[in-house]
């Protein structure tokens, strides 16, 4: 007998009609799995409905609904959730506990799925199949896109086939991502790529790597309009996806004990590696107020930067009252220190 | 080697003699207190949580009275426990000491507790190492039952300040106690003590407290929480206790259930699955004292708890569907002890008036 911790709760029936969206809010893991979510939805018939990018109205919603201390990017989400629930049939948040082996995804992450049951009242059905390679028992990324045919009244086969050609198209975007210098072109608000992929001949004369988490860089609101900002200071920006999985991989597996949460671990090996490589000019490493990740993994990052490498290093803490004024001072600041650094590293 | 354990609670009172019995060499950290928290606050990372801030402040104290090597348990999250050891000790060895971090990185597994016993003690036999872990499991246990018959008593005492004494008494009599036999005959003496109060018969508010492990047990970091709710008359109960935590794993009390499967079993239609740390036991503990009939729940997290953060949007739509009260108090190092004692008093002055139409105060 499967004792009741391994059970799930016997698949639900989700009544969607078809031709009704299919609701995806733009946050969080939006910016990891977006491509494979829509591709899947839209294989099997359903359109897809994206939130809008974040606004300060969508930001004011999401922030009223609790009054706890919940990090600024989470209390994103339940906003562009609220924008999403009466606009759609259904709402897709799969319920990601572990995308990998050995490493979680940030608890809040976990538990987002029971924070939108719990505070927004009248929501759609919501279709969270569990993604969980740590257990107690383990459901595959391939295992929770086919547990929802049962869920969805359609054959295995059909999921099965709009599945495959999502997730080829999926590791094609991510195969694209070190190219593109991490930055995830199709998911960015058409202003921003304006801006970070500039026309042929534009003037660069910094490599900056980026070092922050993709839900709150390629969000303009969240990150201040960073990315704007380096980039009207004719610097090239680099994120984490800009060095392949294995060179993270790599970097991470040097510390002392492996960092067991996915975007931790990934960023504190993009850190090392930007450390190490010449082409880097400087280092920023942004994160959100009351981070809980980030209090341990920028605290890895300042350490082993300042012993291995020489590079600029800008350290950023941003929460919904940080004055522009003063990102901009520590900006130039920033700008001043590369400057006077010899260009020859 | 001059081995160190930062202190969690009164989980010294379990091993320090009897470890030092087995010669092995302790230095325990003096009890928390505000130099602690102040020097643990002045090296940490600042969104770190405040059982960090405090391990590290325990830590330094001990590494500045001799202490050799650290012993501190670790985990793979998905909290940040897990991850304390690795942090702390970059920062002690920046700072300049010199000393050797044991990371018990399973405390799941009973092969690996046993085995850094074995390593700390300097037993040769695996058999007495084990019967050294369970023996010190069994005082835990002891302590946690004199704690909780503290917590039922304390409201109703009739002679201020008796209750405090006989648990005083009874915590130095285990804590000096290293045998079976003897820890038998100090369990019957305790309750004869605490059999021996005299007690009001009154009606009680009856609050729960749930919450992060570590807050919980260690009476600094909640700034004596218990002992001001008890003064006040309100009957508490304890979601977390040590014992239960390590019983879950190790199986030494017999007739006790698994409390973390039976909180998630509870907490299914608000949490499906843990969000790591204790948040599964305060969602679903949190329930089980609602449908109990309880006046209230207290849920006490330091600040960036993640996994409590998201059990505190669970508590409130539990308080919704059950019309419970519930108080969320989030410590960090700047939370003064006026506050809170204004907010403890103004939550039994509204609990009480539910509950008996007259106010407390």
């Known amino acids: ?345 | 080697m001059k081995l160190t354990i930062p202190h969690m609670g009164l989980l010294h009172v379990g091993y320090a003699r009897v470890l030092e019995s087995y010669g092995v060499e302790l230095v325990v950290p003096p009890p928390p207190n505000q130099e602690a928290l102040q020097l643990g606050t002045r090296y940490s990372p600042e969104f770190a949580c405040l059982p960090f801030k405090l391990n590290l402040g325990n830590m330094i104290q001990a590494l500045e009275r001799g202490a050799t090597d650290i012993l501190m348990p670790g985990g793979f999250g998905p909290c940040r426990f897990g991850y304390y050891a690795v942090i702390q000790e970059l920062i002690l060895k920046r700072l300049g000491f010199s000393f050797r971090m044991a990371r018990a990185d399973d405390p799941d597994s009973l092969n690996n507790m046993v085995t850094t016993i074995k390593e700390i003690s300097g037993i040769q036999s695996k058999r007495e190492a084990y019967r050294l872990f369970f023996f010190i499991l069994e005082k835990l246990a002891v302590i946690d039952w004199a704690q909780q018959k503290y917590l039922a008593i304390k409201p109703l005492e009739r002679e201020k300040g008796k209750t405090d004494q006989v648990l005083k008494e009874a915590i130095g009599l285990i804590d000096r106690c290293l045998t079976y036999p003897r820890l038998l005959r100090i369990w019957l003496k305790v309750r004869r003590s605490f059999s021996g109060i005299s007690k009001d018969r009154r009606e009680l508010l009856q609050v729960g407290l749930v919450g992060e492990i570590f807050m919980l047990l260690e009476p600094f970091t909640n700034m004596h929480i218990e002992e001001k709710l008890s003064k006040m008359g309100v009957k508490l109960s304890k979601s977390v206790w040590l014992s239960d935590w390590l019983n879950d794993r190790f199986r030494f009390k017999p007739f006790r259930r698994n409390q973390f499967q039976l909180a998630w079993k509870w907490a299914r239609p608000y949490m499906e699955f843990p969000a790591g740390g204790e948040s599964i036991k305060t969602v679903g503990k949190s329930l089980d004292y609602a449908r109990k009939g309880y006046d209230g729940v207290i849920q006490i997290m330091p600040f960036t708890c993640m996994p409590e953060l998201v059990a505190q949007t669970a508590l409130s739509k539990i308080s919704r569907d059950f019309n419970l009260p519930v108080l969320t108090l989030i410590y960090d190092e700047h939370t003064g002890p006026t506050g809170l004692q204004t907010r403890l008093e103004a939550f039994a002055d509204l609990l009480y008036h539910k509950r008996f139409g007259t106010l407390l105060y």
């Open chain 1, 1 to 345: 007998m499967k004792r009741f911790w391994t059970r799930r709760d016997p698949i639900p029936r989700y009544t969607l009609k078809p031709g009704q969206p299919i609701g995806l809010p733009r946050g969080m893991m939006y910016y990891h799995f977006a491509p494979l979510w829509q591709a899947f939805w839209e294989n099997l018939g359903w359109p897809v409905l994206v939130s809008p990018t974040t606004n300060p109205d969508l930001l004011e919603a999401g922030k009223s609904l609790t009054r706890s201390d919940l990090c600024l990017p989470i209390k994103t989400l339940l906003g562009h959730i609220l924008w999403l629930k009466d606009r759609v049939g259904a709402l897709f948040l799969p319920r990601l506990i572990s995308i990998e082996e050995e490493a979680y995804l940030c608890p809040k992450i976990l538990g987002i799925n029971d924070m939108v049951r719990n505070l927004i009242p009248d929501l759609p059905p919501l279709i969270d199949p569990m993604v969980n390679y740590k257990g107690p028992a383990r459901f595959s990324l391939d295992d929770s896109f086919l547990n929802l045919a049962a869920g969805l009244s359609l054959e295995v086969s059909r999921v099965q086939a709009a599945y495959q050609e999502a997730l080829a198209c999926w590791n094609d975007f991510q195969k694209r991502l070190p190219g593109r210098r991490g930055l995830p072109k199709e998911l960015i608000p058409e202003e921003m790529a304006g801006y970070l992929f500039p026309a042929e001949g534009r003037e660069c004369r910094y490599r900056i790597g980026v070092i922050g988490r993709p839900y709150l860089l390629f969000d303009p609101v969240l990150s201040h309009h960073l990315l704007k900002k380096l980039s009207s200071r004719s610097s090239e920006v680099y994120c984490y996806q800009a060095l392949p999985p294995q060179e993270l991989d790599a970097y991470s597996n040097r510390l002392p004990k492996k960092v067991y949460w996915s975007l931790g671990k990934e960023l504190v090996g993009a850190s090392l590696s930007f450390g190490q490589q010449p082409r880097i000019d400087g280092i920023i490493n942004v994160s959100s107020f009351a981070c809980g990740q980030d209090a341990f993994t920028s605290h890895l990052i300042e350490h082993y930067l300042q012993t291995d490498s020489r590079k600029p290093f800008l350290s950023l803490v941003l929460d919904e009252h940080s004055s522009e004024v003063g990102l901009t001072t520590r900006l130039e600041a920033f700008y001043d220190v590369l400057e006077a650094r010899p260009s020859a590293e």
